[in-house]
């Protein structure tokens, strides 16, 4: 399978995509994920990215191509995968296209979470992620364990939230029409529980690879 999740900052893309990538043994390629870490572990390119993501804005197209494109050349990545993150602008999505044609392969589909933007504010002003496990959880929908050791990302502030959905609505949303001219686009409603969210994403995927 080798599929992307779009939609909106705290739509669900994250939450989905662990389950789905442990159901189909497959990576999830987060570029905000790898960003998030080549900045904790000091690298240039953290560090570059950094000064974008902090003020809600997108990272430089070449910078997370480049990245993507390094992590499609892993060995786990050559059976499936499932983008978190990535494509978010035409040019992303066209150097994704080209990547794949020169391997011969073909997107299975792009999924996209749609969450209405007064639910997207709460979803991530009050999203905490367990530093030991990754998982990811909610203040109010899904509480953490007692005791767990949270983290509660830099640009999940309220203003920075609401930067993160214009930079969405300006230059992610013209992906929607790039893949549903393309016969790619699958629409699932994220305002369902995260269970129902991945069954209806398995159920508009029917009849496609799970390789
Ligand atoms: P990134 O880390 O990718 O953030 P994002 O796209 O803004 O998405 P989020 O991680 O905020 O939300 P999500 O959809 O994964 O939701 P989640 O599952 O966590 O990117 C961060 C930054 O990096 C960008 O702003 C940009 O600067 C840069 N960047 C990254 N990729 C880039 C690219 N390709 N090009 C350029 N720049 C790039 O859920 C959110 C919350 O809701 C959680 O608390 C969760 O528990 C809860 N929740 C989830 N599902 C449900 C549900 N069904 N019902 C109720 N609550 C739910």
Same mark, same amino acid.
């Given at each position: 399978?080798?599929?992307?999740?779009?939609? &909106?900052?705290?739509?669900?893309?994250g939450?989905?995509?662990?389950?789905?990538?442990?159901?189909?043994?497959?990576?999830?390629?987060?570029?905000?994920?790898?960003?998030?870490?080549?900045?904790?572990?000091?690298? &240039?390119?953290?560090?570059? @990215?950094?000064?974008?993501?902090?003020?809600?804005? $997108?990272?430089?197209?070449?910078?997370?191509i480049?990245?993507?494109?390094? %992590?499609?050349?892993?060995?786990?990545?050559?059976?499936?995968?499932?983008? +978190?993150?990535?494509?978010?602008?035409?040019?992303?999505?066209? @150097?994704?296209?080209?990547?794949?044609?020169?391997?011969? $392969?073909?997107?299975?589909?792009?999924?996209? $979470?749609?969450?209405?933007?007064?639910?997207?504010v709460?979803?991530?002003?009050?999203r905490?992620? +367990?530093?030991?496990?990754?998982?990811?959880?909610?203040?109010?929908?899904? &509480?953490?364990?007692?005791?767990?050791?949270?983290?509660?990302?830099?640009?999940?502030?309220?203003?920075?939230?609401?930067?993160?959905?214009?930079?969405?609505?300006?230059?992610?949303?013209?992906?929607?029409?790039?893949?549903? @001219?393309?016969?790619?686009?699958?629409?699932? +409603?994220?305002?369902?529980?995260?269970?129902?969210?991945?069954?209806?994403?398995? %159920?508009?995927?029917?009849?496609?690879?799970?390789k």
């Open positions: 399978m080798r599929l992307i999740l779009v939609g &909106p900052p705290g739509a669900g893309k939450t989905q995509a662990k389950v789905l990538s442990s159901k189909w043994g497959i990576p999830q390629i987060a570029t905000g994920d790898m960003l998030r870490e080549a900045k904790k572990a000091g690298a &240039p390119l953290g560090v570059q @990215a950094a000064e974008y993501m902090t003020r809600g804005a $997108l990272v430089p197209d070449e910078v997370v480049g990245l993507v494109g390094e %992590r499609l050349q892993q060995p786990d990545a050559q059976t499936g995968f499932l983008l +978190d993150g990535f494509p978010r602008t035409v040019p992303q999505a066209e @150097a994704l296209g080209k990547l794949l044609s020169a391997k011969g $392969l073909k997107l299975d589909g792009v999924v996209q $979470l749609d969450v209405p933007r007064h639910l997207l709460e979803r991530a002003v009050l905490r992620t +367990d530093k030991r496990t990754g998982q990811i959880h909610h203040l109010k929908y899904n &509480p953490p364990p007692l005791g767990a050791e949270l983290d509660h990302r830099a640009d999940d502030q309220p203003e920075t939230v609401a930067k993160r959905l214009d930079a969405y609505e300006a230059m992610t949303a013209a992906l929607l029409p790039y893949y549903e @001219a393309k016969g790619l686009l699958r629409r699932v +409603d994220g305002t369902l529980s995260p269970g129902e969210v991945t069954k209806e994403i398995l %159920r508009c995927l029917e009849g496609q690879s799970t």
